[in-house]
């Protein structure tokens, strides 16, 4: 079945890039997103790819997308304090990728 | 983006009890909607995937008769907790999806957070 993995934790200093890595199996996958959740709160959609595109640049957030390998990252450059959340990523599979499956989620963690 | 709200935002309830969880889509139509469970500092878990004017999916494992699922409306879905109990305490999100120019978009609402006495 589908699968998408993430490490769970990150750690960097404030004024860092963090790059947080997701892999995904589902080959037929559409869409793939980066959503963050704060504490206590739903999730945002920070950004998302097509899965014929290998890069995504949205002002401190740079998504990289290796179709071969299956593997998705998030850079955010400039690390703040309050980008500390959970990193969630997701691909939209199905026919019509109409269907989520999300990774576990990695907590990041911003030092001063 | 669209707007998601949740209703409410925290209930706290003794065992046994119904809770009515509302989710709604603020300034767009939503033909489908999706029911999350999250546990603790773990990722999220569909339960159930919501279709106007229709019966609900649920995902294997997910009791229907327990977590009854309305979708009366474009703009509204909601979920009832029945005879809850203290395993049912757990943080629920909703989601509406949104499909344009062949792109799906799944907005969320800002959960809502179950505990059960």
């Known amino acids: 079945g589908e699968d998408v993995e993430q490490s769970l934790f990150l750690s960097v200093r404030e004024g860092d890039s963090s790059v947080i890595n997701c892999t995904y199996t589902?080959?037929?996958?559409?869409?793939l997103y980066w959503y963050k959740q704060e504490p206590g709160a739903g999730l945002q959609l920070l950004t998302y790819?097509?899965?014929?595109?290998d890069m995504k640049q949205d002002q401190r957030l740079t998504v990289l997308l290796n179709k071969k390998d299956k593997h998705l990252s998030l850079r955010i450059a400039d690390t703040q304090t309050g980008d500390s959340a959970i990193y969630f990523c997701?691909?939209?599979?199905?026919?019509?990728?109409?269907?989520?499956?999300f990774g576990p989620g990695t907590r990041l963690s911003v030092l001063p | 983006g669209a707007v998601v709200s949740q209703h409410p935002s925290r209930v706290i309830c003794k065992s046994g009890t119904s809770v009515k969880i509302e989710c709604r889509s603020l300034?767009?139509?939503?033909?489908?909607m999706f029911w999350y469970r999250q546990f603790p500092k773990q990722s999220l878990m569909l339960m159930a995937t919501?279709?106007?004017?229709?019966?609900?999916?649920?995902e294997q494992g997910v009791e229907k008769d327990k977590f009854l699922i309305n979708h009366a409306s474009l703009t509204l879905s909601t979920l009832t907790v029945t005879s809850a109990h203290p395993e049912d305490s757990s943080f629920y999100i909703c989601?509406?999806?949104?499909?344009?120019?062949?792109?799906?978009?799944?907005?969320f609402g800002p959960g809502t957070r179950l505990t059960v006495l």
């Open positions: 989601s509406a999806r949104v499909t344009a120019g062949g792109r799906h978009e799944q907005f």
């Open positions: 589902d080959s037929s996958s559409t869409y």
């Open positions: 790819i097509f899965s014929n595109m």
């Open positions: 997701a691909e939209s599979i199905g026919n019509y990728g109409q269907n989520f499956v």
């Open positions: 300034d767009f139509q939503a033909t489908t």
């Open positions: 919501s279709n106007e004017g229709s019966k609900a999916t649920y």
